[in-house]
């Protein structure tokens, strides 16, 4: 298939619509984001890439750092994590308290904001401490994008703690619950931390490639996770990795994906390649509307969905 064409249709087709998003404003130092950029990018099992647009800009990942952290959680607690979240989607969203107060502290999955929350209080505890933990989390990243450079931008991870009261108060209620070990202030500080890693299109597409293959690396063979890991880790990203536009993603794109409201989008083609995209304006459900727009062309265009 002529991967390159088929992308160089959707940068056009896309393009007009860029203005329509709107940038994630409640975190001040992704205020400033140029909206009007776009980038995608596919990552094949040889390594081949296949690029349009700005795909070496670095951008904020947010939210597409909880498949990481999920991905390390999953692998050293196994079945035991769900003691703590769940695995449903939330229909919620990403930064909802009421679900968490009627469902006493235990948040519905680790793609909300209270699931990747807690998942970092387990990675302290697994670790034995916030920076080792958060190390940890940035080498496995660093492992599976092939890449030492990549780290987080401190300007955003500081202004995300100053203005996180909301996520502050999710941390609050699950400790309320007895559903959070360590102190409030360090399980968000890391949690921001992951959240303002930066990367590009190009980098996150490499990334994905263990979980389009089963949990290993296609290109070097390492083994990340059980195949079995990277199977639940896709299918929750396919129920609940738009929060409450899960269900949209899915009838419209119809592939396992994870977005951050840095506007970027991953996405796994299974056993073919890893797909990212980044357009900075969101629609109301805090999702990239272009990068959206952008899968739902690719998919429509290729024929490649998991359905
Ligand atoms: N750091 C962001 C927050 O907690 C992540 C949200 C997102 O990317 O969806 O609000």
Redesign the pocket.
């Known amino acids: 298939m002529d991967y390159q064409s088929i992308l160089n249709e959707i940068i056009q087709e896309v393009t007009p619509f860029l203005k329509d998003g709107k940038v994630a404003d ?2 001040p130092a992704l205020e400033n984001v140029d909206p009007e950029q776009f980038a995608m990018s596919i990552t094949m099992f040889d390594g081949t890439q296949f690029t349009v647009g700005q795909a070496d800009t670095l951008f904020s990942i ?2 597409i750092s909880k498949v990481f952290t999920f991905t390390l959680a999953l692998k050293f607690y196994r079945s035991n994590l769900y003691k703590r979240i769940g695995h449903e989607p939330s229909g919620n969203p ?2 909802s308290l009421v679900q968490l107060e009627y469902e006493h502290g235990k948040p519905r999955n680790p793609f909300i ?1 209270a699931g990747a929350i807690n998942v970092t209080d387990a990675l302290i505890n697994y670790y034995g401490g916030s920076d080792i933990a958060y190390k940890e989390v940035l080498n496995f990243i660093r492992s599976i994008s092939n890449n030492d450079l990549i780290t987080c931008n401190e300007v955003v991870a500081t202004s ?1 703690m100053e203005h ?1 009261y ?2 502050m108060a999710l941390a609050n209620l699950m400790k309320s619950f007895n559903n959070l070990d360590n102190e409030v202030s360090d399980v968000v500080q890391m ?2 931390k992951h ?1 303002s890693v930066e990367m590009s299109t190009n980098m996150l597409s490499r990334a994905m490639l263990y979980l389009a293959n089963h949990g290993t690396d296609p290109i070097t063979d390492k083994i990340y996770i059980r195949e079995s890991q990277a199977k639940r880790i896709n299918a929750v990203m396919l129920t609940c990795g738009h ?1 409450d536009a899960s269900g949209d993603f899915a009838y419209h794109v119809g592939l396992p994906g994870k ?4 506007g970027g989008i991953v996405a796994v083609v299974p056993k073919l390649m890893g797909i990212s995209v980044w357009a900075p304006g969101l629609n109301a459900n ?1 999702n990239s509307l272009v990068g959206t727009m952008a899968l739902k062309l690719f998919t429509s265009k290729t024929g490649l969905s998991i359905f």
């Open positions: 409640y975190i947010q939210s990403f930064n904001n995300e996180g909301r996520n949690y921001f959240c929060y977005s951050g409201v840095g805090g």
